[in-house]
């Protein structure tokens, strides 16, 4: 006789077993952690009533270290300027360029950073801390837009979003002594227009507009000579009695001449704005030193007392051993 074979019975996953058991697990750890939570927080009430004094006593060492600190800390002077790049910059391009200043502030380069910013010895080592970034200035009010957004299924739908404000770049400066500030705004300024590759972009954008300008005048010029030949064939064809026709072209060649004006104005008016920079917002000259008194009291004050707590934590842990 042939053996028949033995057929297993086939295993089904039950998904709802399946998720109650995930849910289970997630209600467990969040049990857990809240229970973990509530025994630090029951932890920390009882040490610090339990010594409270010596608590008491770090923070105040804490706050006075902090305070003696800043004593004994040299003052230095923070200021920030805005700046706006052109067109043809990127803003990212220049803020790395900035940045780059601060690897020589860094590693003591001072006579490579005074030969790159134009300025002393003496007027570099007052600079600590040179910094670009990239911000939005904030706007008052919630100015909105409505945007037309289309789906893969050309299903348009209207999304109504908040306008950005103005973008800048942001130059902050720390220095020791707030006299050579406006000569560090100057020399930050020139080094970036004197930047090779800013330059030369520089140099073809003005290439390009002047190119431009001068298109826009002999189209101007061309139009003028239309102008003047269309007026001296219309008086001898047209009589007094039908001046329609020299009125509608005159007309016609009076509006494309002041359109193109206004081109060439716009022209002429971005050729003077292709310098890299724009200085939005200088730097402000201070005449007091940056106060760090709080900031290191409360530090300081902070770090003394968690030192403590967990000098407390270690103790009852070990007398619990």
Known sequence: MSEQPISQPSKEIDLLDVMGRIFSGIGNGIKNFSAWIKRGIQT?????????????????????????????????????????????????????????????????????????????????????YVKADIIDVKVEGKATRTVIRRDKDGVETEEIVEERGPQYIRVQVRVWENQNISKIERAIIKFIENDPYIVEQIKLAKDINQSQQKAVETEIEQLRLFQKKNIEKGSLVVSKDSPLMVQNEEKTYVDEILELGSRLAYLQREYELLRPLLVVQPFEPLEKPVDNRLRNILFFALLFFGIGYGAMLLREGWNRI
Request: with cysteine; hydrophobic share 45%.
């Open 44 to 128: 920390f009430f009882r040490l610090f009533l339990k010594y409270w004094w010596l608590f008491c006593a770090l923070l105040i060492i804490g706050s006075a270290f902090g305070y003696y600190k800043h004593k004994l800390q040299r003052p230095y002077y923070e200021t920030e300027m805005l700046v706006e790049a052109n067109r043809v910059i990127s803003r990212l391009q220049i803020a790395n360029r900035i940045n780059s200043l601060q690897d020589l502030v860094n590693n003591a380069n001072n006579q490579i950073l005074a030969n790159q910013l134009g300025l002393s010895v003496n007027e570099i080592r007052s600079i600590f």
